[in-house]
Each structure stands twice: as C-alpha cells, then as structure tokens.
C-alpha cells in the first residue's frame, strides 16, 4: 500500500498563477483533509471531506477550492495564488469511527508563491 | 483562536534521559488526544493517542497523560534516542476534525 499520495513535491508560483494539488489514498477511507503549515503555526485545516460527495471548509479556507473526485482523491486548487499561500501543504486521510480518530498524512507539497 | 497550545518551541535533552513535552487545550468538547511526530520532509506521523475517558496511555517508551480538570496532557519519551529527534505536535479531536498546537522541536544529544 502506498498511503496517501501527494502530486506535485514541489511548485513554484507567481502571483496570480492557478494550480491544482493532487492527492490520492489507497486505505479506502472514507474521509480527507488538506492542511497547511506555516512556522510557528502548526498544521491548519483549510478544508476536509467527511465522507464522498461532501466538502467543507476548515479553520483558512480563504483562497482555496477543493474537489472529492471518487473516495481515493481529493484534490486543492488555488485559483489565484497569493504570497499569502507560500506553505507546505498536507493531505490526510481518516477510516469511519470515532475509534479511529488517527489520520495518516502524505508527504506533503511544498508551494512558493512569487 | 488556537484551541490547541504547546508552548515550548523546543526541547533539547540527553540520549537515555526522560523527554517530557505538554500541551495545553481549551475546548472542552475535545474527544481523542492524539500526538505525531515529523521529519524534514515527511508528513506527521501518528505516534500515541488517549481518549478523554482515560488518564494515562502507554506504548513502549511513549506513555502520554491526561489531566482532564487542567485541561493538560503531556507526553514522556523515557529513554529518548537519536531518532527521537523530531518535531512533535499535539492534536484534538472533535468529530471528523483535528486541531494541531504548534509543535516543539525536540533534539536528543549523544
């Protein structure tokens, strides 16, 4: 099993520019989260998927589209990259269950924003 | 407003030597304690949890405590290695959501 995989590693935007962020999981979990880490800020909920077909915003969702394409993928877009959202981005996935609260996170995209 | 605090930014402590990291919360309606550790360049990886019945969790070297009144829990390494070397977040869980404090780094020395 490959986890929760992550495209692209790394990206360099301009202002202005879009792009779409990747994500996939093999686990068949039913739920999906992206987040965002700044120094000093720990990881943020920007939106998250709580089973296929839903979305919902998390705690910065300013700036940020997301897409659950089937229950693998989940993707985030940024149609107008800002500085703002120069970070490294984080998607997760979680199984159903309040026993199973634990989410596994992929490696992670790092985005620079010109 | 974080609803999730680690106030140390960094640890630094003594191959063999006991690691005590802590994190402090505020929203009561928080469920499940969980905390992760990250290397450069990875994404967080689950490392022990607890469940807001429970005071204490023990896995091998890692045990973390809850102190529910206090709204506190905290983690102990005992003895911290080299690959313990990481930065360690703490999380808490209410439904489908997780919030992270900010992490500490911590440094084992040889």
């Known amino acids: 099993n490959a986890g929760v995989t992550q495209t692209p590693k790394f990206q360099v935007l301009k202002t202005g520019q879009s792009m779409t962020l990747q994500c996939a999981q093999d686990m068949n979990h039913n739920s999906m989260y992206w987040y965002r880490q700044d120094p000093g800020m720990g990881l943020r909920l920007i939106y998250y998927s709580a089973s296929e077909g839903t979305t919902d915003k998390g705690e910065v969702p300013n700036g940020y589209n997301v897409s659950r394409l089937n229950k693998r993928e989940f993707s985030l877009r940024l149609e107008s990259a800002a500085p703002s959202q120069t970070s490294v981005y984080f998607c997760?996935?979680?199984?159903?269950?309040?026993?199973?609260?634990?989410?596994?996170f992929g490696p992670g995209t790092r985005l620079t924003v010109l | 407003d974080q609803q999730v605090k680690q106030n140390s930014p960094s640890l630094s402590v003594q191959e063999g030597r006991i690691s005590i990291l802590n994190c402090d919360y505020t929203n009561s309606m928080f469920d499940y304690f969980l905390w992760y550790k990250k290397y450069p360049a990875e994404g967080p990886t689950f490392l022990i949890s607890i469940s807001s019945i429970k005071d204490k969790n023990e896995d091998g070297r890692f045990t973390v405590f809850l102190n529910k009144s206090a709204k506190h829990l905290s983690l102990h390494i005992v003895p911290s290695q080299p690959g313990d070397s990481a930065v360690y977040f703490c999380?808490?869980?209410?439904?489908?959501?997780?919030?992270f404090g900010a992490g500490t780094t911590v440094t084992v020395r040889a």
């Open positions: 999380a808490a869980s209410a439904s489908y959501k997780l919030s």
């Open positions: 997760a996935s979680r199984d159903r269950g309040p026993s199973y609260n634990e989410q596994f």
